[in-house]
């Protein structure tokens, strides 16, 4: 059986569908699986949205980190395992 991370090259798709395709991608993650996203530039505004709107959802992780390519790896983290706080919350 082959396991296969579900991966991204924005470098084709049009700049204002890039981010609703990426998210959509990350919405069916299981906790515990990762993706891929291939560009042309630091994805750091995709990174700043991810720990603004899903704080503690996410691991980020730069496979390859230009000049010319950027790679990340956007992982889904287990339940509770974005929150080692004692704020009390159940996130």
Same mark, same amino acid.
Do not use: D, H, M, S
């Given at each position: 059986m082959t396991d &296969?991370? !579900?991966s991204i090259d924005v470098r &084709?798709? !049009?700049p204002r569908e890039r981010h609703p395709r990426i998210f959509g991608m990350l919405g069916a993650l299981l906790p515990g699986g990762s993706m891929q996203v291939t560009s042309d530039h630091d994805p750091r505004p995709l990174h700043?949205?991810?720990e603004t709107?899903?704080?503690g959802q996410?691991?980020?992780d730069y496979l390859e980190e230009g000049p010319e390519?950027?790679?990340v790896e956007?992982?889904?983290l287990e339940d509770g395992a974005?929150?080692?706080c004692c704020c009390g919350s159940d996130h």
């Open positions: &296969t991370k !579900p &084709t798709v !049009p700043y949205q991810l709107n899903f704080p996410f691991g980020w390519i950027w790679r956007i992982a889904r974005g929150c080692e």
